[in-house]
Antibody, heavy 122, light 107 residues
Framework: QVQLQESGPGLVKPSQTLSLTCTVS??????????WSWIRQPPGKGLEWIGYIYYSGSTYYNPSLKSRVTISVDTSKNQFSLKLSSVTAADTAVYYC??????????????WGQGTLVTVSS | EIVMTQSPATLSVSPGERATLSCRASQSVSSNLAWYQQKPGQAPRLLIYGASTRATGIPARFSGSGSGTEFTLTISSLQSEDFAVYYCQQYNNWPLTFGQGTRLEIK
């Protein structure tokens, strides 16, 4: 059974960089069959897709966040990571990592982490 | 980016009744439309993809229809565990985008 688990600080100061890691177990991030995404959800609001990374390191970011986002992968640790720079209170959200590739379509998410709340506050 | 609009924002239905949720795309997404269910404190769960195909393990009371810009999720006979928030998502174009959600509550 594939499992994803987010980890990282729950509190980040304004203007600093948010950093999260997703650890994948029960399957290899290098299988090539999946894209690995970050998705966020502000409290009480809807879902926003942030971006994906492929095991090779190729990425695609949501244009709305592109200037501040970096997603990287460490296949040796079966992990991928998110960095979001220059954060403001608007970046306060539950951050999910998710596996895209259900049915061979990279935009469909079948496995998600439990989510981690990141609060931006001084 | 493609904007997804869901209606209504909140739907109140009695257990055992039928619920119909709508999703509209700002431009055609063909049949590349998915529905997710989210319960409080949980991650979303994939219900429907390809506009009308149930994901593995999803009960037959969930059905989807539509193509192009207009889509519908129908839950034929609501069970207590179905009361949740439902999101549509298009995967026809990058960036992927979600609707704002429909909260299905007990009447």
């Amino acid at each position: 059974q594939v499992q994803l688990q987010e980890s990282g600080p729950g509190l980040v100061k304004p203007s600093q960089t948010l950093s999260l890691t997703c650890t994948v177990s029960g399957g290899s991030i290098s299988s090539g069959d999946y894209y690995w995404s970050w998705i966020r959800q502000p409290p009480g609001k809807g879902l926003e897709w942030i971006g994906y990374i492929y095991y090779s390191g190729s990425t695609y970011y949501n244009p709305s966040l592109k200037s501040r986002v970096t997603i990287s992968v460490d296949t040796s640790k079966n992990q991928f990571s998110l960095k979001l720079s220059s954060v403001t209170a608007a970046d306060t959200a539950v951050y999910y990592c998710a596996r895209g590739g259900y049915g061979g379509n990279f935009g469909l998410f079948d496995y998600w982490g439990q989510g981690t709340l990141v609060t931006v506050s001084s | 980016e493609i904007v997804m609009t869901q209606s209504p924002a909140t739907l109140s239905v009695s257990p055992g009744e039928r619920a119909t949720l709508s999703c509209r795309a700002s431009q055609s997404v063909s049949s590349n439309l998915a529905w997710y269910q989210q319960k409080p404190g949980q991650a979303p769960r994939l219900l429907i993809y390809g506009a009308s195909t149930r994901a593995t393990g999803i009960p037959a009371r969930f059905s989807g229809s539509g193509s192009g810009t207009e889509f519908t999720l129908t839950i034929s006979s609501l069970q207590s565990e179905d009361f949740a928030v439902y999101y549509c998502q298009q995967y026809n174009n990058w960036p992927l985008t979600f609707g704002q959600g429909t909260r299905l509550e007990i009447k």
